[in-house]
């Protein structure tokens, strides 16, 4: 085998055993063989062209001949035993809430992956996972482990996306052209730094909004120049950043994580109808939602938010009352308050982004599973 450049066809990892022994595991686009002459020439050049820092963060190259449809076949089951999660559990909220955390640390202005951030798995790292933001989200991590377990060959990077995407689509809203194949950050070096992820109101200390740390400021006066400092960094746009906070129709704020919104409301209180298949469930009680049945994936939170009448108990936020104030978002927000299936279309096109934020894909054109 000829072996030139580092593409798709090989990729070497590197793993210093001691100072001058290199285990070295070799991964080929065909089953040809290669002599040990060949293999260590170029991984020789490999290391001289990426140099010794980067060794730790060469992705795995995994799917080769007959393993991407062993892949395949274990992501369309893990899909359904998802599904099965949120039928039992009404995780739908916390699901969501953990793909958009690990995708939404993504710095597009860096190219070196996985240092850029995003769809990599790296939330299941500490300290990424005890961050401020991700208050409680360890807890789903450790549910989504026997998943990992049963299906090996899916990366914490697709776990945590597909589960986002699924519980979308089981409460109701846009099945999400979603593709898979995504590699994992390979440790906690790959963890982004703190202060990526946007603020609901502004810090009781100084009054704004986001702060000066993560891989770019997000610091702001008001609410809506905080929301795009955020989301511009990842490369979403106005559009998208309204149709995302749409899935707020999900889900509850808790106090004893966020400090937002009531310990309990009567639409958490366990006896309010929440699901959107009309059964009795809420999961754990507590917490303020924004939505009457919030497990219900519609567009009622663009109806709730504007809407001077809305019940009390319903959480309205700096960030969310901002959409039908600030001008670049507002006609967003009327359209979908107007217009569910524009919503939901949409949407899922803002969801599909977000999710590949920072992904590497193996094979790089990703696999789709419908």
Not at 155 to 168: K, R, T
Request: glycine residues 12%; hydrophobic residues 35%; aromatic residues 8%.
């Amino acid at each position: 085998a000829s072996f030139t450049g580092s593409g798709p066809l090989v990729d070497v990892i590197c793993t210093m055993a001691t100072k001058t022994a290199i285990s070295l595991v070799l991964v080929l686009a065909t089953g040809a063989s290669c002599s040990a002459t060949g293999l260590f020439g170029h991984v020789r050049s490999e290391l001289g062209r990426r140099g010794a820092a980067a060794l730790a963060h060469i992705p795995v190259q995994r799917l080769r001949g007959g393993a991407s449809d062993k892949l395949k076949a274990e992501l369309i089951a893990c899909r359904k035993d998802i599904w099965s999660l949120c039928e039992e559990k009404n995780c739908n909220p916390v699901l969501v809430r953990l793909g958009w955390h690990d995708a939404g640390t993504h710095d597009a202005s860096i190219k070196e992956w996985p240092q850029c951030g995003g769809a990599i798995g790296s939330i299941r790292f500490k300290p990424e996972v005890e961050h401020g933001a991700n208050a409680g989200l360890g807890d789903i991590v450790k549910m989504l482990e026997p998943l990992k377990k049963k299906y090996p060959l899916v990366s914490y990077a697709d776990l945590f996306q597909m589960g986002g995407a699924v519980a979308i689509e089981h409460a109701g809203g846009p099945k999400i052209p979603m593709k898979y194949g995504r590699m994992d950050g390979p440790d906690a070096k790959a963890c982004s730094p703190e202060g990526n992820l946007p603020d609901a109101e502004p810090s009781p200390k100084t009054g704004m909004y986001g702060g000066k740390g993560g891989t770019k400021p997000t610091e702001a006066k008001e609410p809506g120049d905080h929301l795009r400092k955020v989301f511009n960094r990842m490369g979403l746009e106005d559009k998208e950043i309204v149709a995302l906070s749409g899935a707020h129709t999900l889900g509850r704020a808790w106090k004893d994580r966020s400090g937002l919104g009531a310990v309990i409301t009567k639409f958490t209180d366990g006896e309010a109808v929440v699901r959107a298949d009309g059964k009795k469930g809420c999961g754990k009680t507590g917490g303020s939602s924004w939505t009457k049945q919030w497990l219900k994936f519609d567009n009622s939170y663009f109806q709730t938010i504007p809407d001077d009448k809305a019940d009390p108990e319903l959480l309205k936020l700096s960030t969310d009352k901002v959409l039908f104030k600030d001008a670049g978002f507002k006609k967003f927000a009327e359209k979908y308050r107007d217009d569910e299936k524009a919503f939901f279309t949409d949407y899922a096109a803002a969801h599909k982004k977000l999710s590949e934020c920072g992904a590497q894909f193996d094979p790089t054109e990703g696999i789709t599973l419908d």
